[in-house]
């Protein structure tokens, strides 16, 4: 078995030969002869096009005075980069990027390694049964939607939920997480895992199996107990993935979930629940300053933009592969 | 995945390792479990019942009862919504598995027409976003409002799947694509014939991954549908659950605000799709289909 790399799609496209594609062929042959390939392509590019990329352009107005009756898109007149100025200043914004990044932080610690745990157990559960029925409940939550991890959160941690219950029970006073703004960070930190960390342990049981079995033979031969090897096989074993992941994470620093706050604004107030993709949502949408909204979102996509890449070019300096390699 | 044998060379486990481990698994299953668990027997009890405990029942024992999802099949708005979503999911689900096999398929062929632009415009789709706004600009100037299209088409192609499916197209031996292009069978032939048939495990986990986020999108409800009548579940699930607030038009029926057990039943036909469908296609995720995918 191979080590478990993770490329990206981009690299695969010199997987399969190539049709007979001579440089010289002239582009009506081969539309004659690939006519059904583009035909299949049709409806996706068609969605992609005019879900994706045309709506894309609309990221003008963040550059407009837009006004959404008068004007239009065509109409309303370009005032620069004043927005993007004006967000700087604006207490709600800095606010909204400080969140972003608390929250992005604390996962870093107490989320990411999670599935790294959670796969270990499992790969070390010498029953194949009793793995694959573990593995069958924690990854369940995976596909269950926000609205209802919330729901059931908040029947078991919310001020009439079930601890509370017990608590109250027991003659203790009971404390209503779902709404505490100052361990806001902590229940949604613990939502994630809860939701997402099972799911998350498949990339890492991958890796796990790839290892050469004969490498522990080696050093159990050799004296190294289970947690040197551990230590000195398993984990280096797995180090491309986890960095790889970690490269990922990092470029998508600016992006903490949007569902899960929307949802849990208005029970912990803005103070604490104020991420990047809300503020779009309520800057722009909500009070219907598109164009402000659309230049924090874009802001926004700019940003995660460079910092992917950076942190694509940090892993390759770093000699593992990354996301994506140079052709 | 053939079990897991202990190797000669490995030493016995320890008591304190074995019991550590078997806390650890009983742990983590009842952490997934015992919500799930005492929300479906809350959703079965009697108003009785919950009064009495004061909330979520926990203890099995004062008889089961199916009033809480008769209450809620009573009500129009619950009802007319559980529909919604099932349109919303069917209809979704086959025109993003359809359109994305034959995307996934023309782009696993390298080197015809147009296959640079293709591959690249969904590629970008990984690190470039439009942003809500624009989005949400476009939709709107295009008439989508209250149309459940406007739902459906800004979510139909996931690049993610797109790519997962071209993965494994292209992970197929060429010599099948050659001997049937010998017999004259033209690509959608051999789609039909050849690819599909030998990718049913792939399709059937893209089909499972676009269904669940159909069933569990509300926020493109929530931008686009400004008439109350055509809310899916999940909106509901907000509403009528998570603010608990009384539902709108539903005259007559439920002007206070939903008994628990009613809410709980809310939460599990919200669930109970995922958990019928999870089984069937739960056993090809250890087929490493999507591993193999994300290797490209």
């Known amino acids: 078995m191979t080590a478990p790399t993770i490329q990206s799609p981009a690299d695969a496209a010199g997987d399969a030969p190539p049709r007979a594609a001579k440089p010289g062929t002239h582009w009506r042959a081969r539309l004659r002869r690939d006519w059904p390939l583009v035909l299949m392509a049709a409806p996706m590019m068609l969605l992609v096009w005019g879900f994706w990329w045309i709506p894309a352009l609309g990221n003008v107005v963040a550059f407009q005075d837009y006004k959404p009756y008068t004007g239009g898109i065509f109409g309303s007149r370009l005032v620069g980069f004043t927005h993007f100025q004006m967000l700087f200043s604006d207490p709600d914004f800095l606010r909204a990027l400080v969140n972003t990044l608390s929250i992005t932080a604390f996962q870093l610690v107490f989320y990411f390694p999670v599935p790294i745990m959670l796969a270990l157990l499992l790969h070390s559960l010498t029953s194949a049964k009793l793995r694959s029925m573990l593995q069958s409940v924690v990854y369940l939550p995976y596909f269950f939607s926000w609205v209802l991890v919330i729901a059931i959160f908040q029947q078991m941690l919310g001020g009439a939920g079930l601890l509370n219950q017990l608590l109250r029970a027991g003659g203790f006073e009971g404390v209503d997480w779902m709404t505490d703004p100052d361990t806001f960070i902590l229940l949604v930190t613990s939502q994630a895992i809860w939701k997402d960390a099972g799911f998350g342990a498949i990339i890492f049981l991958a890796a796990l199996a790839a290892i050469d079995p004969n490498l522990y033979e080696a050093a159990a031969v050799d004296g190294a107990g289970r947690w040197r090897r551990l230590w000195h096989i398993t984990l280096p074993g797995i180090r491309p993935v986890i960095v790889l992941l970690l490269i990922l994470r990092l470029g998508d620093a600016l992006n903490v979930g949007f569902e899960q706050f929307f949802l849990q604004r208005s029970a912990v107030g803005s103070q604490a629940s104020e991420v990047f993709d809300t503020f779009v949502y309520y800057s722009g949408i909500r009070t219907g300053d598109f164009d402000y909204g659309a230049a924090a979102g874009l802001f926004k996509g700019v940003v995660g933009l460079v910092l992917i890449l950076a942190a694509n070019k940090a892993a390759h300096m770093m000699g593992e592969r990354g996301v994506y390699s140079k052709s | ?296």
């Open chain 2, 1 to 296: 995945m053939s079990a897991v044998k202990r190797a000669a060379w490995e030493e016995r486990p320890t008591v304190a390792g074995r019991a550590s481990k078997g806390v650890a698994v009983v742990v983590i299953a009842l952490l997934v479990l015992f919500p799930l668990y005492t929300i479906a027997l809350t959703s079965l009890s009697s108003s009785d019942t919950v009064h009495r405990v004061g909330g979520l029942v926990v203890w099995p024992g004062d008889g089961i009862t199916f009033d809480a999802y008769e209450q809620m099949f009573r009500n129009p708005v619950v009802l007319r919504s559980l529909a919604v979503s099932l349109g919303i999911t069917a209809v979704g689900t086959a025109v993003s598995v359809v359109v994305s096999v034959l995307g996934a398929y023309s782009l696993s062929r390298p080197g015809s027409f147009g296959h640079r632009t293709i591959l690249f415009s969904v590629l970008l789709m990984f690190v470039v976003f439009p942003g809500l706004i624009p989005v949400y600009l476009w939709v709107s100037a295009i008439g989508l409002r209250d149309n459940y299209l406007a739902i459906i088409l800004p979510m139909a192609v996931s690049a993610f799947n797109v790519v997962v499916l071209r993965a494994f197209f292209m992970s197929i031996p060429q010599e099948l694509f050659d001997s049937a292009r010998i017999d004259g069978a033209g690509e959608f032939r051999v789609l039909w014939q050849i690819v599909a048939p030998l990718s049913k495990a792939v399709i059937a986990v893209v089909t499972l991954f676009y269904a669940v986020a159909y069933w569990n999108n509300w926020f493109n409800a929530f931008l686009y549908l400004d008439d109350t009548g055509k809310w899916p579940l999940a909106l509901v699930l907000r509403t009528y659950v998570v603010e608990s607030a009384p539902l709108p038009q539903a005259a007559g029926l439920s002007e206070a605000p939903p008994t628990l057990a009613v809410k709980m039943a809310i939460v599990m036909i919200a669930i109970v799709p995922a958990l019928i469908i999870y089984p069937f296609v739960q056993k090809h995720f250890k087929k490493g289909v999507i591993i193999g995918a994300v290797k490209g």
